[in-house]
């Protein structure tokens, strides 16, 4: 029995160990492993033992590693992100050579996933401290919103620091960064710079934020029940329609332009401080192509929105903190017109910080730029 | 709702338990929130008594990003984890030497849950857990990981892409605990919410219960009842009772609602629970018996300690009670400059506690008030101490502190 124990001891130790020493296996079965954990833990038994066994091959297998990320799921690519992080401490740790000039060759292949490019980048950039100078330069229009970001930043603390000739070199310095920029941190830094300048950036417009509407309600949601009950606009919309209200009244849609900065909308407001009701807010655009897109609302209060009739978001939440894009609904833009609902939830409490009753939108593509459209919102006798 | 999941025996399975096989702790280790057992209280004698930001800092290293969890430390290792980059991001797990401070290892995850949250709060909130063979990282994002003590990833899961209506636009912070090889995680929010036991081997689920809908920054608690283990949490439906192993009800307290973000605390067969009414129970085989209650003694943040017959709690506003832990009589009240975030720790007869501002107040332990000393750490710290290898153990919201004297 001890011998059995003792044999079954060195043979966990071996297994854990991982490959024989010298023996390279295919990548691809192993990354397949990986890449197929699925929910609640499923296959993580295999993919821990292919982990072990694609980390034990060293270097020469990070492009593939780095590859594989392209299309894995958000949690596949965080187990591959370990085993590249692995492999290049074990590496620097046993003396490995790690290829820089794969990795910057893979970094420059902008069909490659943001993450794994960006990934690549910061193990470049461990074996090469000069990366950031000699490719942050060309990454300005990066699809890469991380190495984007870094691609600004430095050229802003540059031309910040720096001097130019004429305040209006300084002026088409930071206008050309604005059209860069897509992180609001930075995009707000920039117009602040401008506004030192004298030039006024609409904001507005330039994060895509809806400002026409039209609106209808209230519609019950005494103990949220709204969140989940159909309203009528939920199954179309008729600007012409007429609805029972909350208290059985009559509601109509109406206009509603807002000039609040950032298209806020503020429900108290337009339609009254009222407590467990809803608020549908509808608009119309056009896109003169086809091409998916985020609807990236703010609200403090429960929130679902459509896209042409199918729901792309909802949230359940009220009163926990109200900030731009925190809420992202993906759907496809449709060449011709497109119509966006949301619908916005208040509800009974009387807490003083759980009154706020707003709702923000913007249309905008994967990395926050505005999408350009063009509103056509039916306007309402 | 009660789920329950069979075990598949694989080979591959054998070789993952293999590793997991128990080792001896050292009694110094630090392997969870506030501790060892989550209690605050440490054995670790000759701890410091003075410090500042250059005297008697054994070491101090650098952290990537902001963080409210404590250190863990077993086998020589400190862990401490992170979050980083534009909105949070990044999740990061770190790993130093505790005797150097020298960073052995840094992994990072991205988030694949939402990241805002209260200003006061981040991502890095639930404080890791150790068995010291291994760390398990919860995140606010909803980013589960476990790494052996080499860095070496063993198992990662999305929680958030599991479930995901999963998180709260405030930030979730509940800490995970470890009743043998099952992980205990809590997560109460504004989406699904529950109460899972995670095989820590594999991160696979054992069982996972129903909690309610509701924010709860409230840490799982592991008591003995009746000669059996339970898990206690604190939610809006009160103070329950499970089954570590089975995720089974046992009791449940209705009364006991959580109403601040402190957690519950256990000391010699009795909970002590802040609620509405700082509450000290005994469990049963039923429903627990309420043995006193002190609406005087309810902390904010802070979770309390009880040791050798004494309750210790400071409120966020630097109210520090002692009371009896038999009778819930306040003996003693002592006012410090607030504000404060991080529980206090106990060791060495000492009462060690630490407002937002890096203050760090010594206190005597004990049924008399004695101020031993007051310290100053020029830097933001929410996160509990903790002591291991003679020091104390500062985490900042820029780095982490080994408070004690130089080793040779």
Same mark, same amino acid.
């Given at each position: ?14 297994? %854990? ?22 929910? !609640? ?31 894995? +799921? ?17 590496? +620097? ?36 401290? +000069? ?12 699809? %890469? ?76 949601? %005494? ?63 056009? %896109? ?89 919102? !039916?306007?309402?006798? | ?28 280790? /630090? ?46 290792? /400190? ?55 291994? /760390? ?102 009160? *103070? ?47 429903? &627990? ?21 004494? /309750? ?26 607030? &504000? ?35 310290? *100053? ?32």
């Amino acid at each position: 029995m001890r011998s059995m124990m003792i044999q079954a001891i060195l043979c966990g130790i071996f297994l %854990s160990a991982g490959v024989a020493d010298g023996v390279a296996q295919d990548t691809g079965p192993l990354l397949q492993r990986i890449k197929s954990v699925g929910k !609640e833990g499923a296959g993580n038994i295999e993919a821990a033992k292919a982990w072990k066994d694609l980390v034990a091959q060293g270097p020469t297998v990070l492009p593939d590693v780095l590859g594989a990320m392209d299309d894995a +799921s958000p949690t596949a690519i965080n187990w591959l992100r370990a085993a590249v992080e692995a492999i290049q401490d074990k590496a +620097s740790a046993q003396g490995q050579k790690v290829s820089a000039d794969k990795l910057e060759s893979f970094i420059k292949e902008t069909r490659h996933a943001g993450k794994s490019r960006r990934l690549a980048y910061e193990c470049l950039v461990r074996l090469d401290p +000069s990366t950031p100078e000699r490719l942050l330069p060309k990454l300005l229009d990066d699809p %890469s919103s991380e190495l984007r970001r870094d691609a600004v930043a430095v050229k802003l603390e540059r031309g910040l620091k720096g001097t130019f000739a004429t305040s209006a070199a300084r002026t088409e310095f930071l206008k050309d960064l604005l059209q860069h920029a897509r992180d609001r941190d930075q995009v707000n830094s920039i117009s602040d710079e401008l506004k030192k300048l004298g030039v006024e950036i609409d904001l507005t417009a330039h994060y895509g934020f809806v400002t026409r509407w039209l609106l209808v309600g209230p519609f019950d949601n %005494s103990r949220g029940v709204g969140f989940s009950n159909v309203y009528p606009p939920e199954k179309g919309v008729d600007p012409k329609a007429s609805y029972a209200g909350k208290a059985g009244e009559t509601v109509r849609w109406r206009d509603h332009t807002t000039a609040r900065p950032l298209g806020l909308v503020d429900l108290n407001e337009v339609v009254g401080k009222l407590h467990g009701t809803v608020v549908y807010g509808y608009t119309a655009v056009t %896109s003169e192509s086809e091409r998916p897109i985020e609807l990236r609302a703010a609200s403090n209060n429960a929130v679902r929105i459509w896209l042409n009739g199918k729901e792309i978001y909802f949230r359940e939440e009220y009163h926990h903190g109200m900030e731009i894009d925190q809420h992202v609904g993906k759907g496809i833009l449709k060449a011709g017109r497109n119509e966006i609902l949301i619908k916005v939830c208040q509800n009974e409490q009387t807490d003083s910080w759980a009154q706020q009753w707003s709702f923000q939108l913007r249309i905008c593509d994967a990395l926050g730029a505005a999408v350009p459209v063009v509103n056509v919102t !039916e306007k309402v006798k | 709702m009660f789920f329950a999941r069979e075990h598949v025996m694989n080979p591959y399975r054998i070789a993952l338990i293999l590793p997991f096989l128990a080792i001896p702790l050292h009694a110094e280790d /630090v392997t969870q929130f506030r501790g060892p057992n989550g209690l605050g209280i440490s054995k670790e004698t000759n701890l410091p008594l003075t410090w500042s930001a250059t005297d008697n800092i054994r070491w101090k290293a650098e952290l990537p990003g902001r963080g409210l969890a404590n250190p863990v430390i077993a086998d020589g290792r /400190v862990y401490v984890t992170a979050t980083g980059a534009y909105q949070q991001k990044r999740q990061i797990v770190l790993c130093f030497d505790l005797k150097t401070g020298r960073k052995l290892w840094e992994r990072q995850v991205w988030a694949t849950g939402g990241t805002q949250c209260h200003p006061k709060t981040n991502m890095a909130a639930p404080t890791p857990i150790t068995d010291g063979r291994h /760390v398990y990282a919860l995140f606010a994002t909803g980013d589960l990981v476990c790494y052996d003590k080499a860095g070496d990833l063993v198992w990662y899961r999305s929680l958030v892409g599991d479930y995901p209506t999963v998180g709260n636009n405030v930030g979730m912070a509940a800490s995970p605990t470890l009743h043998e090889d099952t992980l205990l995680i809590s997560l109460e929010n504004a989406g699904e919410s529950f109460l899972a036991g995670i095989d820590k081997r594999t991160g696979e689920n054992r069982w996972r219960v129903q909690r309610p809908r509701d924010i709860n920054w409230v840490s799982p608690l592991v008591i003995q009842n009746q000669g059996k283990a339970e898990v206690v949490v604190q939610g809006s439906d009160g *103070m329950t009772a499970y089954d570590p192993a089975n995720g089974e009800k046992k009791w449940n307290a209705p009364k006991l609602r959580s109403g601040t973000y402190a957690s519950p605390t256990y000391a010699d067969g009795v909970v002590y629970a802040p609620s509405d009414k700082f509450t000290a129970l005994r469990p049963s085989a039923g429903e &627990p018996e309420v043995l006193w209650q002190q609406i005087k003694l309810r902390p904010n943040y802070c979770s309390p300690i009880v040791h050798q017959g004494l /309750v210790y709690i400071v409120n966020g506003n630097g109210i520090v009670n002692c009371a009896s832990a038999k009778s819930g009589e306040i003996l003693w009240t002592h006012r410090l400059d607030g &504000p404060f975030a991080a529980s206090p720790l106990l060791g060495d007869g000492k009462l060690y506690l630490v407002n937002e501002k890096g203050v760090g107040t010594v206190l005597a332990a004990g049924d008399q008030l004695k101020v031993l000393a007051t310290n *100053m750490l020029d830097d933001t710290i929410l996160a509990t101490p903790v002591a291991s290898d003679g020091a104390i153990f500062f985490r900042s919201d820029a780095a982490i502190y080994c408070i004690g004297e130089k080793k040779k």
